[in-house]
């Protein structure tokens, strides 16, 4: 079974205070491993696909990394408006089987 | 383009009534997905649909839900009978390969 594991479980930074989010993860086949973010009362909203180790994507403040086993999101200089919830979820190969499995997620909270 | 579409935004029912869940995908998707989040919990998947076929539905509860996605028309998420613990927010995805893009949800609320 797949499984995602993200951590810390919340996180508190000032903003400007560079930090990483951590996303470890177990998956029979990696066909993709994604990055979301949630605001309160919202749904989901797509940041990054990463589909093999070594492979990196930047946008804007953040950047994402994959290595076999985790995946970083990296918050560079963050802003007040990068408060949200981070989620992780892998995507496994195998069969017609697409569904994604996630985390539970990472508050990040960025004070001005 | 839109993105997805989900309605109602809230949804409040008695215990043992149905609710129907409605999700419109993004233009050009032809893969549906329907996601729950419990308060505290993670994303947990429930169903993957394609037009008139259902795909995997792991996910699902044994009983009082379904959910199909005719020809034509939106993706309905539909649960009979709701308890308390049926309290959720419903997510839709829609995909036209990998990426899978979230609708903003559904609460439902059972009194």
């Known amino acids: 079974e797949d499984q995602v594991t993200q951590s810390p479980e919340a996180l508190r930074l000032q903003e400007g205070e560079s930090s990483s989010l951590n996303c470890s993860y177990t998956?029979?086949?990696?066909?993709?491993l994604f990055w979301y973010r949630q605001d309160p009362g919202k749904g989901p909203e797509f940041l990054f696909t990463?589909?093999?180790a070594g492979e990196e994507k930047e946008k804007e403040r953040l950047k994402a990394t994959l290595t076999k086993k985790e995946s970083f999101l990296h918050i560079t200089a963050p802003k007040p408006e990068d408060s949200a919830t981070y989620l992780c979820a892998v995507q496994g190969n195998t069969g017609a089987n697409s569904k994604l499995t996630f985390g539970k997620g990472i508050t990040l909270s960025v004070r001005p | 383009n839109a993105g997805v579409m989900q309605n109602p935004r809230h949804l409040v029912r008695r215990r043992g009534q149905e609710a129907r869940l409605r999700c419109s995908p993004m233009k050009g998707h032809s893969h549906v997905y329907w996601y729950r989040q419990l308060p505290e919990e993670g994303l947990k998947f429930m169903v993957y649909l394609q037009k008139e076929n259902i795909i995997d539905e792991s996910g699902m509860p044994k009983e009082r839900f379904s959910a199909e996605f005719p020809k034509e028309g939106p993706s309905i998420l539909r649960i009979q009978q709701v308890v308390r613990g049926d309290s959720a927010a419903y997510f839709c995805?829609?995909?036209?390969?990998?990426?899978?893009?979230f609708g903003p949800g559904t609460r439902l609320t059972v009194l």
């Open positions: 995805a829609s995909s036209p390969s990998v990426e899978q893009f």
């Open positions: 990463l589909y093999s």
């Open positions: 998956v029979s086949g990696l066909r993709g």
